[in-house]
Structures are given as structure tokens and as C-alpha cells.
């Protein structure tokens, strides 16, 4: 029998956002996504799409704001989280705050519950993570890039402050998560540090077995050949 872990990486949620924003914009779509939940995927009134055409190439980061049907809001939870404790994409199943809240708690639950998860943002951490979970060794070290399309993307603060607020969700999520990371690790570092100081203390004592040892045979050793030279002394 097979043992299937399931692990996800998560990503700044304003650098994602702006990640996607650029890829659209190159004339990527997900059109060929189902986005099947409790066995449908949704109508085209639950999930209308944000253009026309084949695809949305050129999109200004405004007009990919301004879409209140664009998935990639709030992305992280949505993947994250059981769509069907809250209707899939029907709206109208519940008001939007409780909504909210459940995707957010199902989403941090169900991150809370994976084998492993990263962050980009922190690569050699998310590497360490990852070798000890699953007992593995990667042959390079993982890469840290800080210059990518979305940090060269200049918006102002206010740009800024909307798409947080249109990925609030994903922020929380993002905190959430960020610490839980950053507390595995250091559990992780006091568990390697604690294991490494009992394997020298096992050795260190292994040492001090060994010599006791020796020094008994080497002080028979002494007096064989005393007791040898005095005999020839004697008989000279």
C-alpha cells in the first residue's frame, strides 16, 4: 500500500497576486479548469468569467483588479480550503462574512494538517523543512531569487493596499501560515541540535569505555615484562 502525503507551497499574497497578473497578461488562461466541487463544476451565473475572447492578454493591472469574479483573489485559500462547506461557488448559499471565515479556518486547517508546506520566501528553510519531513537529501541547495517579475512590477502604496485588501483572505492565511513555518523549523533545529548532543555524548562515553579497557591490558603488559627482566637479572 501506497502512503500519499500532500504538501503545497504558499507565497506573499501581493507578490503572487501580481505574479499571476503578469502571466495572464502574457495570454495564460485556466480555461481548462473544471473547478469541480461536490461533483459539478460550477454554472456560468456562479462563476462568470472577466473578459471576452480567448484570452485576456494585455490585461491592465486596474481592469484585473476591478474584476469581482477574478479567482485570483484570495487564491491560496480557495485552493486550500473544502469549497463544499460552503456551497462551492454558489454565493447565495450563506452571507459572505461566514463564508469568508469558514474558507479561512478550513484552509488553515487543512494546512495545519499537511505532512509539509513552504513558503518562497524562504527557500533554504523550506529545503531544510522538507529533508528532514521526508528523510531526504537534495543534491544543490535551494536558490533564494528575490528579483522576479512581480517585484519588478513598480506600484504605489495605495495599489498596494488594494490588492491586499482584495486577497485579506490570503494575507491572514499567509500570517497564519508564516508562523506555523517558522515554528516548525525551529523545532526541527532544537530536535537536530538535541539529537546531535546525545550522539557525541553516546561517543564520548564509548571513548571512555574503550580506554578503560586498554589501560588494564597495558598495565599487564608492564609488569609481564618487569617480572620477565627480573627473572634473567636473577639468573645472570
Not at 488562461?29 to 471576452?52: A, I, V
Not at 462551492?88 to 479561512?104: A, Q, V
Not at 543534491?139 to 528575490?146: E, G, K, L, R
Not at 569505555?209 to 639468573?235: F, G, I, K, L
Amino acid at each position: 500500500m501506497k502512503n500519499f502525503y500532500y504538501i503545497t507551497m504558499l507565497r506573499d499574497p501581493v507578490s503572487r497576486y501580481l505574479s499571476e497578473w503578469k502571466h495572464v497578461q502574457r495570454g495564460a488562461t485556466w480555461k481548462t479548469s473544471l473547478h469541480m466541487c461536490d461533483g459539478r463544476s460550477p454554472t456560468p451565473d456562479e462563476l462568470p468569467t472577466c473578459y471576452e475572447g480567448d484570452d485576456w492578454s494585455g490585461v491592465s493591472l486596474q481592469e484585473f483588479m476591478d474584476c469581482s469574479y477574478n479567482l485570483a483573489s484570495n487564491r491560496q485559500v480557495r485552493m486550500l480550503a473544502d469549497l463544499s462547506l460552503v456551497g462551492c461557488y454558489n454565493l447565495t448559499f450563506m452571507n459572505e462574512s461566514e463564508r469568508n471565515m469558514i474558507l479561512l479556518q478550513s484552509a488553515k486547517n487543512n494546512l495545519k494538517n499537511m505532512a509539509f508546506f513552504g513558503l518562497t520566501e524562504f527557500q533554504r528553510k523550506t529545503q531544510y523543512l522538507f529533508e528532514r519531513t521526508f528523510n531526504l537529501k537534495f543534491i544543490s541547495p535551494f536558490t533564494q531569487f528575490n528579483v522576479t517579475r512581480a517585484s519588478n512590477v513598480d506600484i504605489g502604496e495605495d495599489v498596494r493596499q488594494r490588492i491586499e485588501e482584495l486577497n485579506f483572505l490570503d494575507v491572514q492565511l499567509y500570517e497564519y501560515a508564516k508562523d506555523l513555518f517558522l515554528q516548525r523549523f525551529q523545532y526541527s533545529k532544537q530536535e537536530e541540535h538535541q539529537k546531535n548532543r546525545l550522539k557525541r555524548r553516546e561517543e564520548r562515553r564509548l571513548l571512555r569505555e574503550q580506554r578503560a579497557h586498554q589501560w588494564p591490558r597495558e598495565e599487564a603488559a608492564e609488569v609481564a615484562v618487569t617480572e620477565d627482566y627480573n627473572s634473567q637479572v636473577a639468573r645472570w
